[in-house]
């Protein structure tokens, strides 16, 4: 039976991140709407409750009934969740005299609390709150203050059940993570949840799920798809079959390249190349919206057009991974968006949607890659935006201008990856931008196109930072591509952070 913890979201920016640490604690944890504890109760240990960003006094704070959790399961009340749970047993949170924000150090700490285990007094932890506990329920007793915050944190008696006023999921409380170690070991959990353990769980529940049922799943280059092709493939074999497009805009080379390393790892995988059927719809065709919507499409017709050739096909597989299911799952859980990497389905094919990795953050999909040992060139692979090269030849799109793009991008990555400096940027890429300027070389004048260089750094790609890459990187980079890429004599290097700019300049 799979343990897991159960993280009840109050609406808190920090819920995710809860639930990271409890994995990074080798603990499956699962976070749902604060108000949609599971009917189906196997396996969970122990409960969670978030912070928010409400007041429990607000008209329209969430409210959770508690009284089949508490008392059933151990249950550890973050912020507002400890709030809540000392108010709803009667309780006073009031609002701080000075809203509290930041650093604050423990003065008292009771240790015999198991909660407490091996934190000393001293010990620094990260407030953000507006309200304060400051009278506790009858059963209720403190086991930590700050200088300013009597009860910092408090446990129930005759119940598993504790609340901290401070967020022990951020990097700033220093003994943060032990504290939701002391917690899962009150849980009893065992800690046994690895990449090793999640594969051989998801492929024993995919052979139960899929028996002899044949899956068809579109594959991008990516980490994400390719992971859950693995996944597919080790569960159901020769039953799995792969579609990956070639719309045309791919960097140079990358179809045959990830081509040769899907058919390394076994994978039945039928490449389709479809790129003149792409410039032939983008052709005269600048707005960048327009492009997109036209590539998107294209994507869905051809993929179509081979799922209707596969007979008796069943599921359709998805790399859906939890940020996009968490992003879809709206905290009233009244609407829930179906993500479609791949877009409509043919009409009069009823496939049913299979997606092994929704249960997994990003840097869990790529460890679970390498444990099923795929090669970190495919794993750290920088995303890649599906209409690829199509929004990085500015304007219109012709076969010409993006061969020379990908000559130009090949040198740039190709350089990247040579000086070692690939893997500490979130992205890179080339444009080429649709201005033509002076040049000379030799004694010709020149009046051709210019590329321009972009490298990001990022941690989720909302915001970014144009990366600071050594300037004789940059120059060997601008002479290759100027001496060997025809139609190009001039390089830019995009220094614009995002926001105000974005990562693609489409
Ligand atoms: P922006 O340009 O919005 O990009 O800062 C954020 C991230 O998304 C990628 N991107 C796309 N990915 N289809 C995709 O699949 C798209 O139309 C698209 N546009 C941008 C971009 O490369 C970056 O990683």
């Known amino acids: 039976m799979l343990e897991k913890i159960i993280i009840l979201d109050f609406g808190s920016q920090t819920t995710q991140l809860i639930g990271r640490r409890v994995r990074e604690l080798n603990t499956y944890c699962e976070i749902v709407p604060f108000n949609k504890f599971p009917h189906d109760d196997a396996g969970i240990k122990g409960v969670i409750l978030s912070g928010s960003p409400y007041s429990?006094?607000?008209?329209?704070?969430?409210?959770?009934?508690?009284?089949?959790?508490?008392?059933?399961?151990?249950?550890?009340?973050?912020?507002?969740?400890?709030q809540y749970m000392a108010y709803t047993s009667g309780g006073n949170v009031e609002p701080a005299d000075s809203r509290e924000y930041g650093r604050a150090h423990l003065c008292v700490v009771d240790d015999s609390c198991p909660l407490l285990k091996h934190i000393a007094a001293g010990s620094q932890v990260w407030m953000s709150h507006g309200d304060t506990v400051t009278s506790l329920p009858q059963s209720f007793r403190v086991i930590a203050s700050t200088k300013s915050v009597e009860i910092a944190a408090y446990r129930v008696e005759g119940e598993h059940s504790?609340?901290?006023?401070?967020?022990?999921?951020?990097?700033?409380?220093?003994?943060?993570?032990?504290?939701?170690?002391?917690?899962?070991?009150?849980?009893?959990?065992?800690?046994?949840?690895?990449?090793?353990?999640?594969?051989?769980?998801?492929?024993?529940e995919l052979r139960r799920q899929l028996k002899d049922d044949k899956v068809i799943l579109a594959l991008s280059g990516g980490v994400d798809s390719s992971v859950t092709a693995m996944l597919l493939n080790a569960a159901t074999g020769k039953n799995l079959t792969c579609i990956f497009v070639n719309h045309g805009l791919l960097r140079k080379n990358e179809f045959e390249d990830v081509m040769k390393d899907y058919e390394h790892l076994g994978l039945n995988v039928k490449g389709v190349d479809a790129s003149a059927k792409f410039y032939d719809a983008l052709k005269g065709v600048t707005d960048p919206e327009r492009k997109r919507k036209i590539i998107g499409k294209g994507f869905i017709d051809v993929f179509n057009e081979e799922a209707l050739k596969l007979k008796d096909t069943q599921w359709l597989g998805q790399g859906t991974i939890y940020p996009d299911v968490i992003e879809s799952l709206s905290i009233t859980g009244a609407v829930i968006k179906s993500h479609h990497n791949v877009g409509g389905l043919p009409e009069g094919m009823r496939l049913r949607l299979v997606e092994p990795l929704r249960m997994l953050f990003k840097d869990e999909v790529r460890r679970v890659g390498k444990e099923l040992g795929m090669t970190p060139g495919l794993i750290n692979r920088h995303p890649f935006p599906g209409p690829g090269l199509g929004i990085r030849v500015l304007g219109d799109v012709t076969p010409e201008k993006v061969r020379v793009l990908q000559e130009a991008d090949h040198i740039y990555m190709s350089l990247m990856r040579e000086w070692g400096l690939y893997d500490s940027v979130w992205q890179a890429g080339a444009i080429l931008l649709p201005v033509r300027s002076v040049g000379v070389m030799g004694d010709d004048r020149t009046y051709e196109n210019a590329v321009a260089l972009r490298a990001v750094t990022s941690a989720d790609a909302m915001t970014a930072d144009w990366a600071q890459l050594p300037f004789d990187f940059l120059a060997k980079v601008s002479n290759e591509i100027i001496n060997k890429v025809k139609g190009v004599n001039r390089v830019v290097y995009d220094i614009s952070s995002k926001p105000p700019s974005t990562i693609e300049w489409e």
Do not use: M
């Open 56 to 82: 429990v006094y607000d008209a329209a704070a969430f409210k959770a009934d508690l009284t089949a959790i508490r008392g059933k399961y151990p249950v550890l009340g973050i912020c507002y969740g400890a």
């Open 162 to 204: 504790y609340g901290v006023q401070f967020h022990p999921e951020v990097f700033h409380t220093a003994d943060g993570t032990r504290l939701l170690g002391n917690f899962l070991d009150i849980c009893g959990c065992k800690r046994d949840w690895t990449p090793a353990s999640f594969i051989e769980s998801t492929v024993a």
